[in-house]
T-cell receptor, first 114, second 110 residues
Framework: DQQVKQNSPSLSVQEGRISILNCDYT??????FLWYKKYPAEGPTFLIS?????DKNEDGRFTVFLNKSAKHLSLHIVPSQPGDSAVYFCAASVVSGTASKLTFGTGTRLQVTL | EAQVTQNPRYLITVTGKKLTVTCSQN?????MSWYRQDPGLGLRQIYY???????DKGDVPEGYKVSRKEKRNFPLILESPSPNQTSLYFC?????????FGPGTRLTVL
Protein backbone atom coordinates (compact mmCIF):
# COMPACT_ATOMS: atom_id res chain seq x y z
CA ASP A 1 0.00 0.00 0.00
CA GLN A 2 1.52 3.30 -1.11
CA GLN A 3 1.51 5.57 1.94
CA VAL A 4 2.92 8.53 0.04
CA LYS A 5 1.45 9.26 -3.37
CA GLN A 6 2.43 11.57 -6.17
CA ASN A 7 -0.38 11.20 -8.66
CA SER A 8 1.18 13.24 -11.45
CA PRO A 9 4.05 11.35 -13.07
CA SER A 10 5.04 14.39 -15.10
CA LEU A 11 4.51 18.12 -15.34
CA SER A 12 5.54 20.64 -17.98
CA VAL A 13 5.81 24.34 -17.11
CA GLN A 14 7.02 27.33 -19.03
CA GLU A 15 10.10 29.15 -17.77
CA GLY A 16 9.18 31.98 -15.41
CA ARG A 17 5.82 30.48 -14.44
CA ILE A 18 4.94 28.69 -11.23
CA SER A 19 5.44 24.93 -10.87
CA ILE A 20 3.18 23.15 -8.38
CA LEU A 21 3.98 19.60 -7.43
CA ASN A 22 1.53 17.69 -5.27
CA CYS A 23 1.83 14.89 -2.76
CA ASP A 24 -0.76 13.02 -0.70
CA TYR A 25 -0.19 10.72 2.25
CA THR A 26 -2.34 8.27 4.15
CA UNK A 27 -0.42 7.66 7.38
CA UNK A 28 -1.55 10.17 10.00
CA UNK A 29 1.54 9.33 12.08
CA UNK A 30 3.81 11.11 9.60
CA UNK A 31 5.04 14.33 11.17
CA UNK A 32 7.90 15.45 8.97
CA PHE A 33 7.89 15.91 5.23
CA LEU A 34 10.65 16.48 2.73
CA TRP A 35 11.12 17.13 -0.96
CA TYR A 36 14.07 15.72 -2.86
CA LYS A 37 15.23 16.61 -6.33
CA LYS A 38 16.91 14.11 -8.62
CA TYR A 39 18.85 14.70 -11.82
CA PRO A 40 19.68 11.80 -14.15
CA ALA A 41 22.76 9.79 -13.12
CA GLU A 42 22.82 11.43 -9.69
CA GLY A 43 21.45 10.59 -6.28
CA PRO A 44 18.49 12.51 -4.85
CA THR A 45 19.40 15.76 -3.10
CA PHE A 46 17.47 17.38 -0.30
CA LEU A 47 15.49 20.43 -1.32
CA ILE A 48 13.17 21.59 1.44
CA SER A 49 11.27 20.19 4.40
CA UNK A 50 8.42 20.99 6.73
CA UNK A 51 7.42 19.86 10.18
CA UNK A 52 3.80 18.97 10.87
CA UNK A 53 3.53 21.85 13.32
CA UNK A 54 3.84 24.29 10.42
CA ASP A 55 1.74 24.84 7.34
CA LYS A 56 4.31 26.63 5.22
CA ASN A 57 8.06 26.75 4.79
CA GLU A 58 9.84 28.94 2.31
CA ASP A 59 13.38 28.87 0.97
CA GLY A 60 14.09 31.22 -1.89
CA ARG A 61 12.10 30.17 -4.93
CA PHE A 62 10.82 27.05 -3.18
CA THR A 63 7.84 26.91 -0.83
CA VAL A 64 6.26 23.84 0.70
CA PHE A 65 2.69 23.94 1.95
CA LEU A 66 1.21 21.37 4.30
CA ASN A 67 -2.50 20.74 4.80
CA LYS A 68 -2.70 18.19 7.60
CA SER A 69 -6.45 17.83 7.57
CA ALA A 70 -6.33 16.89 3.89
CA LYS A 71 -3.09 14.91 4.29
CA HIS A 72 -1.70 16.88 1.39
CA LEU A 73 1.45 18.81 0.71
CA SER A 74 2.64 20.74 -2.26
CA LEU A 75 5.88 22.22 -3.52
CA HIS A 76 5.74 25.56 -5.31
CA ILE A 77 8.62 26.74 -7.45
CA VAL A 78 8.44 30.31 -8.61
CA PRO A 79 9.73 31.43 -10.96
CA SER A 80 10.54 28.12 -12.62
CA GLN A 81 13.89 27.86 -14.35
CA PRO A 82 15.21 25.34 -16.92
CA GLY A 83 17.65 24.03 -14.29
CA ASP A 84 14.67 22.97 -12.20
CA SER A 85 13.93 20.22 -14.73
CA ALA A 86 14.34 17.03 -12.70
CA VAL A 87 12.39 14.34 -10.90
CA TYR A 88 10.95 15.48 -7.58
CA PHE A 89 10.26 13.02 -4.79
CA CYS A 90 8.06 13.71 -1.82
CA ALA A 91 9.02 11.86 1.39
CA ALA A 92 7.50 11.52 4.83
CA SER A 93 8.70 10.28 8.17
CA VAL A 94 7.75 9.72 11.77
CA VAL A 95 10.36 11.57 13.78
CA SER A 96 12.09 9.25 16.20
CA GLY A 97 15.45 9.40 17.91
CA THR A 98 18.43 10.53 15.94
CA ALA A 99 17.22 9.53 12.49
CA SER A 100 13.96 8.64 10.83
CA LYS A 101 12.85 6.19 8.21
CA LEU A 102 11.69 7.98 5.09
CA THR A 103 8.81 6.78 2.96
CA PHE A 104 9.02 8.11 -0.58
CA GLY A 105 6.45 8.83 -3.25
CA THR A 106 6.84 7.65 -6.82
CA GLY A 107 8.16 10.96 -8.11
CA THR A 108 7.05 13.67 -10.54
CA ARG A 109 9.17 14.57 -13.53
CA LEU A 110 9.19 18.35 -14.01
CA GLN A 111 10.11 19.78 -17.39
CA VAL A 112 10.63 23.53 -17.55
CA THR A 113 10.44 24.72 -21.11
CA LEU A 114 11.84 27.89 -22.63
CA GLU B 1 33.89 17.19 1.06
CA ALA B 2 30.98 15.52 2.83
CA GLN B 3 29.75 12.70 0.67
CA VAL B 4 28.35 9.22 0.26
CA THR B 5 30.20 7.04 -2.23
CA GLN B 6 29.07 3.85 -3.89
CA ASN B 7 30.93 1.31 -5.97
CA PRO B 8 30.56 0.15 -8.60
CA ARG B 9 28.43 2.73 -10.40
CA TYR B 10 27.39 0.26 -13.08
CA LEU B 11 27.33 -3.53 -12.97
CA ILE B 12 26.08 -6.19 -15.33
CA THR B 13 26.07 -9.70 -13.94
CA VAL B 14 24.40 -13.07 -14.39
CA THR B 15 21.82 -14.85 -12.29
CA GLY B 16 23.26 -16.50 -9.20
CA LYS B 17 26.66 -14.82 -9.15
CA LYS B 18 27.18 -13.26 -5.73
CA LEU B 19 27.95 -9.56 -5.70
CA THR B 20 28.56 -6.75 -3.24
CA VAL B 21 27.86 -3.06 -3.70
CA THR B 22 29.91 -0.95 -1.35
CA CYS B 23 28.77 2.23 0.37
CA SER B 24 30.87 4.60 2.42
CA GLN B 25 30.15 7.94 4.11
CA ASN B 26 32.56 10.44 5.64
CA UNK B 27 30.08 12.41 7.76
CA UNK B 28 30.21 10.18 10.85
CA UNK B 29 26.50 9.49 10.48
CA UNK B 30 24.96 6.76 12.58
CA UNK B 31 22.04 5.98 10.28
CA MET B 32 22.60 4.40 6.87
CA SER B 33 20.15 2.93 4.44
CA TRP B 34 19.80 1.21 1.07
CA TYR B 35 17.06 1.96 -1.45
CA ARG B 36 16.13 0.71 -4.85
CA GLN B 37 14.45 2.86 -7.46
CA ASP B 38 12.18 1.29 -10.03
CA PRO B 39 9.94 2.95 -12.63
CA GLY B 40 6.54 3.82 -11.20
CA LEU B 41 7.52 2.66 -7.72
CA GLY B 42 9.75 5.46 -6.49
CA LEU B 43 12.39 4.78 -3.86
CA ARG B 44 11.83 1.76 -1.67
CA GLN B 45 13.94 0.99 1.37
CA ILE B 46 15.75 -2.36 1.38
CA TYR B 47 17.65 -2.35 4.69
CA TYR B 48 18.75 0.23 7.19
CA UNK B 49 21.21 0.48 10.05
CA UNK B 50 20.87 2.64 13.14
CA UNK B 51 24.49 2.11 14.14
CA UNK B 52 27.39 -0.34 14.04
CA UNK B 53 26.16 -3.94 14.28
CA UNK B 54 22.52 -2.76 14.27
CA UNK B 55 20.63 -3.49 11.06
CA ASP B 56 16.99 -4.06 10.22
CA LYS B 57 14.77 -4.83 7.25
CA GLY B 58 13.14 -2.12 5.24
CA ASP B 59 10.18 -2.54 2.91
CA VAL B 60 11.75 -4.85 0.30
CA PRO B 61 14.53 -6.89 1.97
CA GLU B 62 14.04 -10.22 0.17
CA GLY B 63 17.17 -11.36 -1.66
CA TYR B 64 19.49 -8.88 0.04
CA LYS B 65 21.86 -8.87 2.98
CA VAL B 66 23.76 -6.07 4.67
CA SER B 67 26.42 -5.67 7.31
CA ARG B 68 27.60 -2.75 9.43
CA LYS B 69 30.95 -3.58 10.94
CA GLU B 70 32.20 0.00 10.80
CA LYS B 71 30.33 3.25 11.12
CA ARG B 72 31.37 4.56 7.71
CA ASN B 73 30.63 1.45 5.61
CA PHE B 74 27.35 -0.28 4.78
CA PRO B 75 27.74 -2.84 1.98
CA LEU B 76 24.77 -4.38 0.19
CA ILE B 77 25.15 -8.07 -0.62
CA LEU B 78 23.21 -10.06 -3.18
CA GLU B 79 24.02 -13.70 -2.48
CA SER B 80 22.22 -15.05 -5.54
CA PRO B 81 21.05 -12.22 -7.79
CA SER B 82 17.99 -12.68 -9.94
CA PRO B 83 16.67 -10.62 -12.88
CA ASN B 84 14.00 -8.98 -10.68
CA GLN B 85 16.84 -7.32 -8.78
CA THR B 86 17.76 -5.34 -11.87
CA SER B 87 17.36 -1.81 -10.57
CA LEU B 88 18.99 1.46 -9.59
CA TYR B 89 20.34 1.30 -6.05
CA PHE B 90 21.04 4.19 -3.70
CA CYS B 91 22.83 4.26 -0.40
CA UNK B 92 22.04 7.07 2.04
CA UNK B 93 23.22 8.28 5.43
CA UNK B 94 21.77 10.71 7.94
CA UNK B 95 22.05 12.14 11.41
CA UNK B 96 18.53 13.54 11.49
CA UNK B 97 15.63 13.76 9.13
CA UNK B 98 17.58 14.80 6.06
CA UNK B 99 19.21 11.89 4.24
CA UNK B 100 22.26 12.28 2.01
CA PHE B 101 22.34 10.00 -0.98
CA GLY B 102 25.13 8.41 -2.94
CA PRO B 103 25.28 8.69 -6.75
CA GLY B 104 23.61 5.35 -7.37
CA THR B 105 24.57 1.93 -8.72
CA ARG B 106 22.80 0.67 -11.81
CA LEU B 107 22.63 -3.12 -11.61
CA THR B 108 21.55 -5.40 -14.43
CA VAL B 109 21.08 -9.10 -13.72
CA LEU B 110 20.86 -11.23 -16.86
Amino acid sequence: DQQVKQNSPSLSVQEGRISILNCDYTNSMFDYFLWYKKYPAEGPTFLISISSIKDKNEDGRFTVFLNKSAKHLSLHIVPSQPGDSAVYFCAASVVSGTASKLTFGTGTRLQVTL
Amino acid sequence: EAQVTQNPRYLITVTGKKLTVTCSQNMNHEYMSWYRQDPGLGLRQIYYSMNVEVTDKGDVPEGYKVSRKEKRNFPLILESPSPNQTSLYFCASSQGNEQFFGPGTRLTVL
